[in-house]
């Protein structure tokens, strides 16, 4: 069972920046980034491979955050940019043998951390 757990959530006022930090047990061939807002469906953000560091971002943070990999201290980041009040959701670190933006290709999922993002 791999273990994770998030860290880095707050408050930020739209414009502002802010990071999340992973820490995993272990890693699998994909980790993630999700989030979910109150009623509406939990989306993917960003993934990355753990064999070569390749990322890819989803549509909702695409150009306004980077995720990022420290194979070292078991450790993956997303840095978020320009944030936006639709940003505001609880985000989830994600780990699974695939690679695409489906929650369903991930078996392990951090508490989650929220986010809150206002004018």
């Known amino acids: 069972q791999v273990q994770l757990a998030e860290s880095g959530g707050g408050s930020v006022q739209a414009g502002g920046s802010l990071r999340l930090s992973c820490t995993a047990s272990a890693y699998t061939a994909c980790m993630g980034w999700f989030r979910q807002a109150p009623g509406r469906e939990r989306e993917g953000v960003a993934f990355?491979?753990?064999?070569?560091?390749?990322?890819y971002y989803g549509a909702p943070l695409k150009g306004r955050s980077t995720i990022a990999l420290d194979n070292s201290k078991r450790t993956l980041w997303l840095n978020m940019y320009n944030m936006k009040p639709e940003d505001t959701a609880r985000y989830y670190c994600?780990?699974?043998?695939?690679?695409?933006?489906?929650?369903?290709?991930?078996?392990?999922w951090g508490q989650g951390t929220q986010v809150t993002v206002s004018l």
């Open positions: 990355i491979y753990a064999s070569d560091q390749s990322p």
């Open positions: 994600a780990a699974g043998a695939q690679c695409t933006l489906s929650r369903d290709s991930y078996s392990h």
